[in-house]
């Protein structure tokens, strides 16, 4: 310039340095659209995530969801037992009841059916007791005069059954009759032996005669054979079965019969009053059942937002459709949200540096200062 001599050389000189490798800089994805709740209400977790190049931090957030208290809708109880019939035999009703052991709450649906409960039952057949049925009137004496006999009878109006008490007495029975003595002399024989007794127990009669030449035959009688008949046992029918001990898992269930005691040396009854047999076999359902939750997992971070898990595993799987356990196995929540001691921290950049030449091409720099931790990057930068 101005005609001076013009410079010899270059006006930048470069030379070989070692620098650590730069770190390449981070990069985060946009997060993933919330998952689905793990519940529909009562309070669940849904979570979303992201991924990232080079970079520290959180890939996972999880939140609450459906917090609104669930539908409950109403359960019966199991019912009762039956109640005992309103006869002891014969046929009568009987009656059993059952409670809600789950009200219905917020918006639930109510119990659908009764609460209480009817049937008709049927235990063993009344006893009916023998019933006989009125005298009929008396038969025409079988002498004018000099004491006859004469009869009358009776059939069963109702007969025993079930145990019943059979008819007492006789059903015929005879008295004297025309016992005024005869206006002619009869000149009656002896008495004859008493005939054969009407009945073997129980109260028959029997009869002797005498005669005469000019009279007849005369008759008397009298009572005998009065001890009670023999009477042997007899079998009631069959009640219904009962109600079974158990609504599943194998119950038992009875029946019973009432017997009509022996009297007068009769036969005794042979068998049993009450029989059993097994009912309701089939399997109760089983309703699935968690275990207890597990410890916490460790921070995945011990400073800066971590997060850790919970786990819980089955325990008792539902069985012969039984309710399947509700909620979720694994739950999830942040830890050790505190500031990390030694996270970077850069200063501002300084404002870039007077050129290095007024004219032709020079440089300029900037710098920074890390204020704690150990950062990645440079402390200064060259244009």
């Known amino acids: 310039m101005y005609g001076g001599a013009v410079c010899a050389g270059t006006g930048l000189e470069l030379e070989a340095c070692h620098m650590p490798a730069c770190k390449e800089d981070c990069v985060w994805e946009t997060w993933s659209d919330w998952s ?5 209400c009562g309070g669940g977790q849904q979570s979303h995530t992201r991924v990232s190049s080079n970079c520290d931090g959180i890939g996972a957030d999880v939140r609450d969801c459906n917090m609104q208290a669930c539908s409950v809708d109403c359960q019966w109880g199991a019912w009762e037992a039956w109640g005992a019939c309103s006869v002891s035999c014969g046929e009568g009703v ?10 219905a709450a917020n918006g639930g649906a109510d119990c659908e059916g009764d609460a209480t409960g009817e049937r008709t039952c049927t235990n063993a057949a009344c006893p009916v007791d023998c019933q006989w049925g009125a005298w009929g009137s008396w038969a025409s004496c079988s002498i004018e005069c000099g004491s006859g006999v004469q009869y009358h ?11 019943g008490a059979p008819c007492e007495g006789r059903s015929s029975e005879g008295q004297e009759c025309n016992t005024h003595a005869c206006s002619e002399d009869c000149d009656w024989g002896s008495w004859g032996a008493w005939g054969a007794c009407s009945m073997s127990c129980a109260g028959g009669q029997q ?18 054979s009065t001890s009670p008949c023999p ?3 007899e079998w009631g029918a069959w009640s219904s079965w009962g109600v079974c001990s158990a609504t599943c898992g ?32 089939q399997s109760c359902p089983a309703d699935c059942m968690w275990g207890e939750w597990l410890d916490w997992s460790v921070c995945s971070a011990e400073c800066g937002v971590g997060r ?7 325990s008792s799987p539902a069985q012969h459709s039984g309710a ?33 030449a007024t004219c032709g091409e020079g440089q300029e720099t900037r710098s920074r200062v890390s204020r704690s931790g150990q950062c990645a990057g440079l402390s200064s930068e060259v244009r």
């Open 153 to 163: 009878t009776r059939t069963t109006l109702v007969p025993a059954s079930n145990g």
């Open 250 to 281: 194998e119950g038992t269930q009875s029946h019973f019969r009432l017997a009509a005691m022996q009297s007068g040396g009769g036969a005794v009854c042979a068998g049993t009053t009450a029989e059993s047999r097994p009912c309701n076999v």
């Open 36 to 40: 689905e709740c793990t519940v529909t």
């Open 308 to 314: 850790r898990l919970a786990k819980r595993v089955i």
């Open 207 to 224: 009869t002797r005669t005498r005669s005469s030449a000019t009279c007849g035959t005369s008759s008397q009688i009298q009572d005998c």
């Open 324 to 356: 399947e356990c509700e909620g979720v196995s694994a739950r999830l929540e942040t830890c050790n949200t505190h500031a990390c001691p030694g996270d970077c921290q850069w200063t501002f950049w300084s404002e870039w540096s007077a050129c290095t």
């Open 231 to 233: 009477a042997d046992c």
């Open 94 to 103: 009987q009656t059993h009841s059952r409670f809600e052991t789950i009200r």
